[in-house]
């Protein structure tokens, strides 16, 4: 065994965990830290097999876009940051899962391959991926984007009470003002006071 495999099992072990954690804790901001170094030993994975683009794009993208997409999401929609009783789901059924879907891949990939050396190919390199990217998945990439940008735009109207609420009109058509808006009352000229 070289040192090459001791890293693969180290990261591999690392990511696993990692995801573990954030499929059982009871703190939503904790999972998505989890999954950050989940993610992050998956590119350190990528960067072990020589694969440095795809290691960047695994932090440029899902480390540093989607994690803090969902953490923003988090803090914009005001959900429970701490331990939430409604997260504790029982754990045997997804450890059951998990286990098996190990064992099944553990046996296929020593069936297949039986400890032996594999020679790399160039897989990480710029060119080759570059063109696979932008020329046979090009919309793919651009609806991903489109998707996570309506995702965005989305926990921001679900954040702003005052966006989407029609003002209150009274029979005569005048529009009323709102509770704690009228002037005067907060010793401004009128306004909403939070």
Known sequence: MTGVDVLLLALGAVAVGAGALVVTTRHLV????HLV???GALAGLYLVLTAELVAW???LIYVGAVVVLLLFAVMLTRAPIGASDDLDRPGWPAALVGGGTGLGLSAL???????SAVELPEA???ERLGAEIFGSWVLPFELLSVLLLSALVGAVVISRPDIGSAPDR???GATRERPGTEAGTDGSAG???R
């Open 109 to 115: 990939l020593i069936d297949a391959y039986r400890w």
């Open 124 to 126: 990480g390199t710029a």
């Open 37 to 39: 170094v989940c993610l």
């Open 30 to 33: 904790r999972a998505g830290l």
């Open 170 to 172: 009274r029979d005569d």
């Open 191 to 193: 306004g909403d006071v």
């Open 57 to 59: 794009v695994q932090v």
